[in-house]
């Protein structure tokens, strides 16, 4: 993607935590938004890190965008790191694989990586995003008053109260009305995008820096017949798998995930 497109595209929302020290992005997976990262922002910042939080395109407080393209929302994320020196990147399920197309075509940009609970592999398996999607859609936003009557009509489709949680984040409330900040009826179109690995990434050359691949114990999304596909394309992986959790580790541990990452991050830094 040329400068001059990503000029005319989107602009990405970006709330930064810390006034100096080593920087640190954290990309979002689907559904989320930047601020997803606030607790484990927070404390790396106290710790004297610089963070930037991304809303990737289609969700948060981003742009819309045309199209779903995961390359695209990686050059997009290489723009803001530009703007200093390499920065760790942390990335989520999605935006963990936004997170790897970034370091993997702009290596010089990336100090290091950390993947969350994702691998660069296609996944077949979307029916659940798929679910979530139309439940979301089907709430009749002009008739609600109050978010607990979304959170009662979403129940009987998603009845765990904390992935229930997780969705209504993107619910807002503009004057009397509202709507979704997250472009449902896109991600709709392109959840085999998403759930893909693009095919050019296979010709570009491995990203040597140093990268942590976190796992859920109980998560279906990291196995080990990907490990192979992980170090070609990062040959300086390290694996580490968190007991009691599953897709959402940072949430569901995350005391262990901040210790697992702080430790990472401050190994051989400068």
């Known amino acids: 993607m040329t400068p001059d497109a990503l000029r005319d595209g989107p602009a990405l929302h970006t709330t930064v935590l810390g006034d100096s020290g080593a920087p640190v992005f954290f990309c979002h997976g689907l559904f989320g938004q930047g601020r997803n990262w606030t607790q484990v922002g927070k404390r790396l910042a106290e710790a004297g890190r610089r963070v930037t939080l991304v809303d990737l395109p289609n969700h948060g407080r981003s742009g819309w965008t045309a199209e779903i393209d995961l390359v695209d929302d990686a050059d997009r994320v290489a723009e803001l790191l530009r703007e200093g020196p390499p920065a760790a990147l942390v990335g989520h399920s999605m935006g963990g694989k936004v997170a790897m197309l970034t370091a993997l075509r702009h290596p010089e940009l990336v100090e290091r990586l950390v993947v969350v609970d994702i691998a660069p592999a296609t996944y077949r398996r979307v029916g659940e995003f798929a679910g979530f999607i139309s439940a979301m859609q089907a709430l009749d936003l002009d008739a609600l008053t109050r978010r607990e009557e979304a959170d009662e ?63 859920g114990a109980t998560s279906h999304y990291v196995r080990d017949e990907q490990a192979p596909q992980m170090e070609r394309y990062f040959p300086r992986v390290r694996r580490v798998t968190v007991k009691n959790a599953g897709h959402w580790v940072h949430s569901e541990q995350p005391a262990v995930f901040l210790e697992v990452l702080s430790r990472f991050l401050e190994v051989d830094a400068g």
């Open 153 to 215: 009509q979403l129940a009987a489709a998603v009845p765990d109260p904390a992935v229930r949680g997780f969705l209504l984040q993107n619910l807002r409330r503009e004057g009397d009305r509202w709507r979704w900040q997250v472009n449902l009826d896109l991600l709709e179109e392109g959840l085999g995008v998403i759930g893909g690995w693009p095919e050019e990434a296979s010709e570009l050359p491995p990203y040597e820096g140093p990268v942590l691949w976190i796992a």
